[in-house]
C-alpha cells in the first residue's frame, strides 16, 4: 500500500463518523514475561538508533508525519499508551507525546487517555504527574496475587505492589482504574484465583479485564511446556474461571460489556477499547503499531531500530492490507458479537440468520428486538458462535 492510498482512506469521510482513536505503543521492557509474544524489547535488544532517552522525539515525528496525512486531522476522542511498559518512560515523556497528539490532531473534549502500567514501574509522584499532563485512565497489570502464579508468569512484581499502584492512582485522582487478570495458569488453584478476584473487587478500581492464559509459540513458557516442565493450561479450568469471575464481579456490582471485560459503570468502559470492538479507527505509533482506516490496514516495521530507520525516510510501514467486503463483514460480526450489547440480527446474511436460530436453540444466545445476545454460555462458546454466524 502507498502513502497515497492511507492518504485517501485518511481523508474519507467514514473516518471522521465512526470516531477516530490514537494507540501509541512503547516497547521497552526490564524484562521479557515467559508467556509475553508481544512487541517488546529490553536494554540489550534495541539495537541502534533507539532508546528510552530517544523515544519520545522519535514517536513525536510520526505524530507529526500522521496528521500531515489528514485534511484536516480529525479530532481524538481516546489514546491508549500499550507495550511493554509505557510507564518505563518518564512521565514527562508520555506527557510530551500526549501534548504532540494534542497539538497536531486535537483532542476531542472529554477524551479518554490511557496508559497501561507494570506495578513495579510507577508510584505516587509519577502517577499524580501523568494525571496532571491529561491522562485519565490506568491499567494495571496485576495478573494474579499468588506468589507462585506469578513466578510461573515470570512477573517480577509483589502481589502488594500492584494493588499500592491502584491506591495511588485513586489518590493521584484518576478517574478510572483498571486491573487486568491472567487466569488458568498451571499450578493456579481455584481458591487462588478467588483471592485474586477478591482482592481486584477490595480495591476499588471500577473495571477488571481478565484472559485466560494463552500458550503463544516462541515464548519461554511454550518451551517450558513442551520440555515438561510446566504442564499445558487446560480448557476446562480456564472455563471453570471464566465462571468464577462472572460470579464474583457481578456479585460486586460489575458487568461485562465484552467477554473479558467488566466495569461497575457504562463510564468505566474503556473507550478506546470499544473503538476497536465498534468498528472505529485508530492511528497506531511506534514499532508494530498497527493502524486501521475505512477498508485499509497498515503495520510499522517491529524492531525499533528499524523503525526509526525508517520514519526518517517517511511514514514507517512494513505492509498493509486492503480489506474486501468479505473480510470488513466478517470482522464486523466478530467483534460486535462479543459485545454485550450485541449483533445487529439485520446484519446477518440468509445462512447467518439460519445459524442464528439454531445458536438460540443451543442457548448460546438470546435474540431481543434487532440484537443477538451472548448468553453465559455462549461467552465460553464466543469463537463457535462467530464461525456458526460466519459460515
Not at 495478573?143 to 500492584?162: K, N, Y
Not at 440468520?353 to 438460540?360: C, D, F, L, Y
Request: a negative charge; aromatic letters at 8%; one cysteine or more.
Amino acid at each position: 500500500m502507498s502513502v497515497e492510498a492511507i492518504t485517501a482512506a485518511a481523508r474519507s469521510p467514514e473516518t471522521a463518523r465512526e470516531g477516530f482513536g490514537f494507540y501509541v505503543h512503547v516497547p521497552f521492557c526490564v524484562s521479557r514475561c515467559g508467556y509475553c509474544d508481544f512487541n517488546t524489547y529490553t536494554a540489550s535488544e534495541l539495537g541502534a538508533g533507539v532508546s528510552r532517552e530517544t523515544y519520545a522525539s522519535i514517536v513525536r515525528a510520526e505524530i507529526r508525519a500522521a496528521a500531515a496525512a489528514f485534511d484536516p486531522p480529525p479530532n481524538v476522542d481516546t489514546v491508549f499508551f500499550g507495550g511493554g511498559t509505557p510507564t518505563l518512560l518518564p512521565p514527562s515523556d508520555l506527557a510530551a507525546i500526549l501534548a504532540e497528539i494534542d497539538a497536531a490532531f486535537g483532542l476531542a473534549p472529554g477524551a479518554e487517555v490511557t496508559t497501561e502500567a507494570n506495578p513495579e514501574s510507577v508510584d505516587a509522584d509519577s502517577l499524580a504527574e501523568l494525571r496532571d499532563s491529561g491522562f485519565t485512565r490506568l491499567s494495571v497489570g496485576m495478573q494474579s496475587t499468588a506468589p507462585h502464579v506469578l513466578e510461573v508468569l515470570d512477573r517480577e512484581h509483589s502481589p502488594a505492589r500492584a494493588l499500592a499502584a491502584v491506591d495511588h492512582a485513586r489518590r493521584a485522582g484518576f478517574a478510572h482504574v483498571s486491573l487486568d487478570l491472567i487466569y488458568g495458569t498451571p499450578g493456579e488453584t481455584e481458591a487462588d484465583f478467588a483471592a485474586t478476584l477478591k482482592a481486584a473487587v477490595d480495591s476499588g478500581v471500577d473495571h477488571v479485564s481478565a484472559y485466560a492464559l494463552i500458550v503463544e509459540d516462541g515464548t519461554q513458557l511454550a518451551r517450558r511446556i513442551r520440555s515438561g516442565h510446566v504442564p499445558r493450561p487446560s480448557d476446562d479450568v480456564a472455563a471453570d474461571r471464566y465462571l468464577a469471575a462472572e460470579e464474583a464481579l457481578s456479585e460486586a456490582g460489575f458487568s461485562w460489556y465484552e467477554v473479558s471485560n467488566w466495569a461497575k459503570t457504562p463510564e468505566a468502559r474503556c473507550r478506546h477499547n470499544l473503538l476497536y470492538w465498534e468498528g472505529g479507527h485508530w492511528w497506531g505509533a511506534g514499532p508494530g503499531a498497527h493502524s486501521h482506516l475505512p477498508g485499509v490496514r497498515w503495520w510499522n516495521h517491529k524492531h525499533p531500530s528499524t523503525y526509526a530507520a525508517a520514519l526518517a525516510q517517511g511514514l514507517p510501514l512494513a505492509g498493509s492490507e486492503t480489506l474486501t467486503d468479505e473480510e470488513r463483514y466478517l470482522e464486523r460480526i466478530l467483534l460486535r458479537t462479543r459485545l454485550s450489547v450485541g449483533l445487529p440480527v439485520s446484519w446477518l446474511r440468509t445462512d447467518g440468520m439460519a445459524a442464528a436460530k439454531q445458536v438460540v436453540a443451543d442457548g448460546l444466545a438470546v435474540i431481543e428486538g434487532d440484537r443477538l445476545r451472548l448468553t453465559l454460555r455462549g461467552r465460553l462458546l464466543a469463537d463457535a458462535v462467530v464461525r456458526d454466524l460466519t459460515a
